[in-house]
Nanobody, 123 residues
Framework: HVQLVESGGGSVQAGGSLRLSCAAS????????MAWFRQAPGKEREGVARIATGSGNTYYADSVKGRFTITRGQNKHALFLQMTSLKPDDTAMYFC?????????????????WGQGTQVTVS
């Protein structure tokens, strides 16, 4: 039973930083894709960053490049998103997601497991 639990969200002023964490459990396949998505009210869910756990390659949305960094924990089932220089446009619910198949695509529909989300508010 795959479980993903996010933490670390909160309210911050523009220009500030936050670090999101995702604790994943219930699977042993280590060559997968882990990602952060976000969804603001009235908007579609969008990809923020993802990491291919086999290669270690990382991918970022243009809107967060240079400001956000996605990393994995040493236990390989922990995922982090370091967010700096936050902007009001970054305000959203942030979700951790895992894909237990080959490839590291961009679409939310390609990820089979999701956390409940953690709210990030930038004012």
């Amino acid at each position: 039973h795959v479980q993903l639990v996010e933490s670390g969200g909160g309210s911050v002023q523009a220009g500030g930083s936050l670090r999101l964490s995702c604790a994943a459990s219930g699977y042993t396949y280590n060559r997968n894709c882990m990602a952060w998505f976000r969804q603001a009210p009235g908007k579609e869910r969008e990809g923020v960053a993802r990491i291919a756990t086999g290669s270690g390659n990382t991918y970022y949305a243009d809107s967060v490049k240079g400001r956000f960094t996605i990393t994995r924990g040493q236990n390989k089932h922990a995922l982090f998103l370091q967010m700096t220089s936050l902007k009001p446009d970054d305000t959203a619910m942030y979700f951790c997601a895992v894909r237990l198949n080959s490839g590291c695509p961009t679409r939310p529909a390609d990820f089979g497991y999701w956390g409940q989300g953690t709210q990030v508010t930038v004012s």
